[in-house]
């Protein structure tokens, strides 16, 4: 078994969880690949399309690493147009050498520019085919060229990712609609039952034979 290969089968592994250690364990996950590919930051934002915009849902850093600037604010869609277009059409953006890069007015390379960052690689993170959500590593220390089958790796790491986070949404969703329905029954002014009637629907059905 290759690492890469390792790497994916930890992470299958480690996402056999409960709801509320998600974000914990993607934290951890990001660490890990970050450690494992000589990364110095590693980060994930979702894609909230109804905002305009991507949000951070967690991130790591190594230590003596500065954070990326603003990484707790909202990148909105209408100032980052050319980056979000091509996640939107699920290519990964990579920048092997940010110095050097052209589109100096490029809002993502001037914000990596001033944090010091040398390399980075975003990856887009698809559910049912649309844009999810967007990993991405930072080269601090040296410059850092990413192949295709580190990138087609971390596409499969979000396919991961993106996998835990829509069971997450979805036990919370069920866990509400519990919580939900159990207090209207026992707030409800009226008596409240539930009855089967599915024999009394198939004998009239049969009647209509």
Known sequence: ??????????????????????????????????????????????????????RKLCAWKGRGIVSLADLDTPYYIKDFAPTIRSLLKMEAIHVSDVAGASGKADPLIKIH?????????????????????????????????????????????GEVFTSALQRKSFENTLADNEERFRRIFEESPVALWEQDYSKVKGALEALKK
């Open 113 to 157: 520019r001033k944090m010091g960052t040398k390399s980075f690689l975003m990856v887009p993170m698809s559910y049912r085919k649309a844009l999810f959500g967007i990993i991405g590593f930072d080269s601090v220390r040296e410059k850092r060229l990413w192949n295709d089958e580190a990138i087609s790796l971390l596409k499969i790491v």
């Open 1 to 54: 078994m290759s690492a890469e290969e390792k790497i994916k089968l930890d992470l299958i592994n480690k996402f056999n969880i409960p709801a509320e250690k998600t974000e914990r364990e993607i934290t951890a996950a990001l660490e890990m690949i970050a450690r494992f590919d000589g990364a110095d930051r590693g980060y994930l934002y979702l894609y909230r399309p109804e905002e305009g915009c991507v």
